[in-house]
């Protein structure tokens, strides 16, 4: 056995099941403490809402913890070092107020609550029916005003504009280059749609199986060694995919 960074999206992917998330829990506080391997939450809530689920269940401390999709990153367990260096990376090509200014024109965008939204994150609820006709017209609109910003839509109801530099993978990989660790020595693990660009790179990649449909026809469409789709749900399926790819 050797040390693997082990990456996790929260809420319906290591959350969801609790008696699998003890087991889980107990498999992979032994293997850190065994092999130095490290783990890392990768969320899309505040660092507000993180808190509230690190109360509400048995959340092992991470070893850094990404939150609100990707714009914000801490290293000690006390979550108060807001890593500056990933924020100077988020700044380019970003201008809040002006983009906020664009959205605001399209009626049915709902902004989230003020705990959601972040200098390098702006988020609205919009609704699955008009949602691939909004978020085209909206691309457009930031298009010509020379924003080339992202747009991750997820669970068939969030929202979220986040800078070109700035989602859950490209944080994942600013975390593997810091620390050293190989893509292969990598498992991201996902539900939704914020977690698809955790899946672009070589990083062994685990659906759990109740993976939202917009992250199943990803699959559907980039199916490769490096993913698997798992038979069990959230923590059930995290321990079935480590043991496929070997690391446990
Ligand atoms: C979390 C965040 C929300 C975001 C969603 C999808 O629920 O709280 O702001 O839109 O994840 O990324
Ligand atoms: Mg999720």
Same mark, same amino acid.
């Given at each position: ?5 082990? @990456? ?23 293997? &850190? ?6 783990? @890392?939450?990768?969320?899309? &809530?505040?660092?507000?809402?993180? &808190? ?5 269940? %048995? ?20 979550? %108060?070092?807001?890593?500056?260096? +990933? ?27 003020? %705990? ?6 702006? %988020? ?18 930031? =298009? ?32 593997? &280059?810091? +620390? ?27 659906? @759990? ?8 026809? +990803?699959? /559907? ?13 959230? /923590? $059930? ?5 480590? =043991?496929?790819? $070997?690391?446990?």
């Amino acid at each position: 056995m050797s040390p693997f960074l082990f @990456v996790t999206d929260l809420d319906n992917t290591l959350v969801g099941d609790d008696a699998a998330l003890l087991e889980l829990n107990q498999k992979l506080a032994a293997h &850190r403490q065994q092999y130095h391997s490290k783990i @890392v939450y990768a969320t899309g &809530r505040s660092l507000y809402l993180y &808190r509230l689920l690190a109360e509400a269940k %048995s959340l092992l401390p991470p070893d850094a913890l990404i939150t609100a999709v990707g714009t914000e990153m801490y290293f000690d367990q006390q979550e %108060s070092q807001y890593d500056r260096e +990933w924020a100077n990376i988020l700044a380019q090509g970003w201008n809040r107020q002006e983009i906020a200014a664009i959205a605001s024109q399209f009626t049915d965008l709902q902004l989230q609550p003020n %705990s959601e939204q972040n200098p390098f994150k702006i %988020s609205y609820y919009l609704a699955e029916a008009v949602a691939e006709s909004t978020l085209a017209e909206l691309q457009a609109a930031l =298009k010509q005003k020379g924003f080339e910003i992202k747009l991750i839509y997820s669970a068939g109801q969030d929202l979220d504009l986040l800078p070109k530099n700035g989602d859950k993978g490209l944080a994942v990989q600013f975390l593997r &280059r810091r +620390w050293k660790i190989a893509p292969e020595q990598t498992i991201v693990c996902g539900d939704s749609g914020n977690d698809i660009s955790m899946f672009e790179g070589q990083e062994k990649s685990l659906l @759990v199986a109740n993976a939202k449909p917009e992250l199943l026809e +990803w699959y /559907a469409a980039n199916q490769t060694e490096y993913n698997y789709l798992a038979k069990a749900d959230c /923590a $059930g399926g995290i321990i079935e995919g480590l =043991k496929h790819f $070997g690391f446990i």
